[in-house]
């Protein structure tokens, strides 16, 4: 019962912190779910479609706002789709080496966390820095732009399933250079978008590999959708340099000791 309570109030919590700065999910709960014992393919598995049903909500919220840009997330996806499937169809071929498995995810988390942190501490300079060296070629898409933001949906294809997170922090940094003159809503709505489906698949993809836990699944998002309500409505009230600075050393010494 102890432990059915501490996964609620780590959902509730992530839940909220979500809410209130639009850091990844991801990042925050997979690190939780190691700490409480969960094996890291379970635990990526299930943080998977726990980041699915719970960036739904946001999908149906922006594009409401018309803060999606749906020509941007296609892009994106036709990159990271299908390098999700190659990378589960990968981790299938392992799937027989337990321990393996285990050993590449928890490393892959590891640099994935790491590179999250920076992100985090860094995401407004590198915004500023972005939009001041714009220039006109930044006005329309073009077909260098598309092929680039193919590459990146690749890359997060590999990272996502690999670690389940790099879909929010990394997604949205890497979107900020490519489009530094598209509005930070539409931006962050667009990465929402195009998160919903890459997280689906590849937690789909590593349930058939029985790295799901419905259980816990259940228990996480009893506690996030409150949370991610509340943490929403108190957004602006903490400041917001505070909570990431915080989150980010937390991420940095969770990737750290993954790696060392």
């Known amino acids: 019962m102890d432990f059915q309570i501490g996964l609620i109030v780590a959902g509730l919590v992530v839940g909220f912190i979500v ?20 094996p890291p393919t379970t635990a990526v598995g299930t943080d998977l479609l726990y980041a ?15 803060n999606i840009n749906w020509s941007i997330t296609g892009w994106l996806s036709l990159g990271s789709i299908p390098a999700a499937l ?17 050993a590449i995810i928890k490393f ?3 640099w994935a966390l790491l590179f999250t942190s920076v992100a985090v501490i860094f995401k407004k300079k590198l ?14 898409e073009s077909k ?18 690999l670690t389940s997170i790099g879909a929010g922090a990394l997604g949205t940094v890497t979107l900020f ?27 789909l993809g590593h349930a058939t590999m029985g790295n799901l836990d419905l259980a816990l699944l259940g228990q996480l998002l009893m506690g996030s959708l409150p949370g991610i309500y509340v943490g929403s409505m108190l957004s602006g009230k903490v400041p917001d340099l505070f909570l990431r600075n915080a989150i980010a050393i937390m991420l940095f010494y969770a990737g750290f000791k993954l790696v060392a």
Request: net charge positive; hydrophobic share 45%.
């Open 19 to 38: 809410g209130m700065t639009g850091v990844g999910g991801g990042s925050l709960m997979t690190p939780i779910l190691l700490w409480f014992g969960i």
């Open 86 to 102: 190659l990378t589960l169809w990968g981790l299938h071929s392992l799937d027989t080496d337990v321990t393996a498995l285990n």
């Open 108 to 110: 892959s988390l590891g």
């Open 177 to 203: 250079f490519l489009y530094p003159l598209l509005p930070t809503p539409r931006l962050v709505g667009t990465e929402i978008a195009h998160a919903v489906p890459l997280t689906l698949v590849a937690g």
């Open 52 to 66: 699915a049903f719970t960036k739904m909500g946001g999908i149906y919220v922006h594009n409401k706002k018309k």
């Open 127 to 140: 915004l500023v820095f972005s939009q001041k060296h714009a220039g006109d070629k930044f006005h329309s």
């Open 144 to 161: 260098t732009q598309n092929l680039l933001t193919v590459a990146i949906g690749v890359l997060l294809g590999v990272t996502v399933t």
